[in-house]
């Protein structure tokens, strides 16, 4: 398994399963097409591509280049790199039959096949700060989700961060952890609070 710092961008939830075999890191699903009409996902791949860069990592169809090209084209500022798999014939086991070019997506591959991709492509190891910390529990410890309040202080905490606008708390929730800890959360969480009490 590799650790990287960039967040790695695939097409489908399967791709996704596959792809946490080998490697640790953000893993953003586009779900197909329909990243072309999905403003939150694509401002959340632009914010990776800034602060940490993105990795494309789509199949190797004409389906999987129409959307690497997307990404590209929509992501103008950051780093954006691509792994490309190998065309290797055959059927995913979960499919009754072949896709329409009968070529292996990204979680049909083999893992030794999908690390190879990530090495020709000039990837490797990264080492992280430290282990992921923010939870579900520390979200709501903060009063970021499950209260009446929760969707103000998350917007006032991305406004703050110079996150995009428009992330649900679960995706919140994964960039923060690449961010920081739940310790520098806090102490950003009680920042907020005193700004609002010295407006009082």
């Known amino acids: 398994m590799i650790r990287l710092s960039e967040a790695v961008v695939v097409e489908g939830k399967y791709d996704k399963i596959k792809l946490a075999s080998v ?13 072309f009409k999905d403003a939150e996902k694509l401002a959340l791949i632009r914010y990776y591509a800034e602060k940490t860069g993105i990795i494309i990592l789509t199949d190797s169809d004409s389906a999987g280049r129409k ?13 954006v790199k691509n792994v ?28 030794a096949v999908l690390l190879d991709a990530f090495r020709r492509a000039g990837i490797t190891s990264a080492e992280r700060r430290t282990a992921p910390d923010i939870t579900k529990t520390v979200m709501f410890e903060l009063g970021l989700s499950g209260g009446r309040d929760s969707s103000v202080l998350r917007k006032k905490l991305q406004k703050r961060l110079g996150l995009p606008e428009l992330l649900s708390s679960g995706a919140l929730l994964e960039v923060l952890n690449t961010m920081m800890t739940a310790r520098e959360l806090a102490a950003h969480i009680s920042a907020i609070a005193e700004e609002k009490d010295a407006l009082l």
């Open 67 to 79: 959307i690497r090209g997307y990404i590209k084209g929509a992501v103008k500022n950051g780093i």
């Open 23 to 35: 490697v640790d890191a953000v893993i953003i699903v586009t779900n197909g097409f329909r990243i």
């Open 84 to 111: 490309h798999i190998p065309d290797i014939f055959g059927k995913e086991r979960r499919k009754e039959k072949p896709s329409a070019e009968g070529k292996l997506g990204v979680e049909g591959i083999d893992a």
